[in-house]
């Protein structure tokens, strides 16, 4: 079997996700996205299809850097409302057994001895399959709702994510030894208090005196994604993270980044499979050829091109509102994402306004991938082979039509070419994904340095 293909269904707790305005479908069902038998059946339905996991993106702020309102993003429900991606996973997992779950959750807002405990009882409650994505932020909606004036600067918001995740380390690594839990009923002892230590931590950003509240999870450290592509970003990644979400627009382009985040990791003394890279596409699909055409002709007549510009302004912290049709947008310097500005503006004279409202045929600033099961394939081999990723993040479109379609259609293709798997790897979603024997992190991590010796 070839190098094989990692799949996620990257959703949001939320109506309106990636591709804006497909709510509108007649044949979507976001609108649901409050009941909870709609999240356990798309879990059921992504473990159907054997995929590694469920990625669920957060947002904490609003979009209303465009025409400095956020009039677009709620009028569309573009992100807005959005609820709390962690609620619904237990009940995903419940009518789940293997899937892997990936979930959002903002470093420079939570603090750091609670959302220990949170990601504990998930991995306790999952037996050991989930993930956190690890964000820093970059609307400053969010801080003001946070009490804050602005947000950090972007490099700086890095620098305190370092010392969050050292926090963390600590917590989940060192405060519970191996053998501190006894459940010695008899002899009326839980655990040994000798061997359960209350961590201290006195740094610049982060001061904790305390025990982690929960006994060892099956994975401890829960399996570390992270999306930032910009160069700050992709250092802390590559100390830290085993999964990298990127969104490039060609094959050619993702191997830049795969190759010099493989280069950082090794450097730091990680092995080069020790971070998996998965690139963020939106596939169409049908029966053949002509039925796949006809699908995204159909969605793109729901698109809506105003959310997405007001979802893509508050992303590179322009407002885009203020451009004419054909004039360059200028590279500038802001506090938003670094990486979706420099794919705007890096490296040439600028992307018009009429450009980028060309791209967004389905209502988000990324061109779909189109066409018969055999064809997506062929797509995602040549992503493999010249891209050098691990596989892919699936935004959806019409809800859970996107889907059941890859399901359906496009999974057994990549089965029958031996680039899937036919089931599931046993043990922890670390382990289904990188191997081993005990669902923990690896000695080259640096987490490892904070383990209970």
């Given at each position: 079997m070839a190098r094989p293909i990692q799949l996620y269904a990257f959703d949001m707790n939320c109506v309106g996700h990636i591709n804006h305005g497909l709510w509108t479908h007649p044949r979507d069902s976001s609108l649901r996205y409050t009941d909870l038998d709609y999240?356990?059946?798309?879990?059921?339905?992504?473990?159907?299809?054997?995929?590694?996991?469920?990625?669920?993106?957060?947002?904490?702020?609003?979009?209303?850097?465009?025409?400095?309102?956020?009039?677009?993003?709620?009028?569309?429900?573009?992100?807005?409302?959005?609820?709390?991606?962690?609620?619904?996973?237990?009940?995903?997992?419940?009518?789940?057994?293997?899937?892997?779950?990936?979930?959002?959750?903002?470093?420079?807002?939570?603090?750091?001895?609670?959302?220990?405990r949170r990601m504990s009882t998930l991995d306790h409650l999952t037996k050991g399959r989930i993930g956190w994505n690890i964000v820093t932020g970059y609307l400053d909606s969010a801080a003001r709702s946070m009490g804050l004036a602005r947000q950090p600067e972007h490099d700086a918001r890095y620098e305190a994510a370092e010392e969050y995740l050292e926090v963390l380390y600590k917590l989940w690594e060192g405060s519970w030894a191996d053998d501190a839990v006894l459940r010695d009923q008899k002899g009326r002892v839980f655990a040994d208090p000798a061997r359960v230590r209350a961590v201290r931590h006195e740094?610049?950003?982060?001061?904790v005196d305390g025990i982690h509240l929960s006994e060892p999870s099956p994975q401890r450290t829960p399996v570390l994604f992270q999306a930032g592509a910009s160069s700050r970003g992709q250092d802390f990644a590559a100390r830290h993270a085993e999964t990298v979400f990127v969104a490039s627009s060609s094959p050619k382009s993702a191997r830049v980044l795969v190759d010099g985040l493989h280069k950082r990791a090794a450097e730091l003394g990680r092995s080069g499979g020790a971070i998996k890279v998965l690139n963020l596409v939106t596939v169409v699909t049908g029966r053949t050829e002509r039925e796949a055409q006809e699908k995204v002709e159909d969605y793109r007549r729901h698109a809506s091109a105003e959310a997405s510009l007001a979802h893509y302004s508050s992303s590179i912290g322009i407002d885009l509102s203020q451009f004419a049709l054909d004039e360059p947008i200028l590279d500038t310097q802001t506090n938003a994402n670094q990486s979706a500005l420099a794919a705007l503006t890096g490296g040439r004279e600028g992307a018009t306004m009429r450009q980028v409202i060309d791209q967004m045929v389905l209502g988000s600033r990324q061109k779909p991938i189109v066409g018969s099961p055999e064809q997506i394939a062929d797509h995602f081999q040549t992503w493999m082979e010249e891209g050098g990723i691990d596989g892919f993040n699936l935004a959806r479109t019409v809800a859970p039509e996107s889907l059941t379609d890859f399901v359906d259609l496009v999974v057994p293709v990549l089965q029958e070419r031996g680039l899937f798997k036919h089931d599931y790897a046993p043990g922890t979603l670390r382990q289904k994904l990188f191997g081993g024997d005990t669902g923990r992190l690896p000695e080259n991590h640096p987490a490892a340095a904070y383990r209970f010796r």
């Open positions: 999240w356990t059946d798309l879990a059921k339905t992504a473990e159907r299809g054997k995929f590694d996991g469920i990625f669920l993106a957060d947002i904490v702020g609003v979009y209303d850097v465009y025409q400095n309102r956020p009039d677009a993003a709620i009028r569309a429900a573009a992100q807005i409302p959005v609820n709390d991606p962690l609620i619904p996973l237990s009940a995903m997992a419940l009518v789940t057994q293997h899937l892997g779950f990936g979930v959002t959750v903002n470093t420079t807002y939570e603090p750091p001895f609670l959302f220990a740094g610049q950003h982060y001061r």
